[in-house]
């Protein structure tokens, strides 16, 4: 399932340097332009972060921005933004992030397998280690899709 979410368009590599809010805003726009969330789900991430702090922080410098299927989700969806510049999560240097994976999830349970998968993934360190020194859209692509091993 995480290899028919992460597509070309959902991929975006910037060196922009840009604030957590920013960062989130830029991450989900994708999921915006294609229909998978309202705009409304871009300032529920923001606000979940604001109120319940840095718990989309998952370590390893990834983040993965969500927030309730009622606050605008539309379709079950994965957007991925890696910076180039960290970007510091409510402005903590011990909340350094350079992957977002913004999730749009359309109830509880419709997205799990998409985030099992990518938990798999992400538990396994070389392949944490390629995603996070991968260099383009295609090298993330090919990884998330399975195809990095």
Known sequence: ???ELVTP????????KMNWKEAIRFAAQPLKNFGFIESRYIDAM???VEQYGAFIHIGKGIAMPHARPEDGAL????SILKV?????????KEHAVTFFICLSAIDDTTHLKALAELATFLSDEPSLNRLLAAKSKDEIISLLSGGGD
Request: glycine content about 8%; overall charge neutral.
């Open 1 to 3: 399932m995480l290899g």
């Open 9 to 16: 368009e959902m991929v975006q590599l910037t060196d922009r």
């Open 46 to 48: 923001i606000q979940k």
């Open 75 to 78: 379709k079950v969806g994965i």
């Open 84 to 92: 180039a510049n960290p970007v510091l999560l409510l402005d903590q």
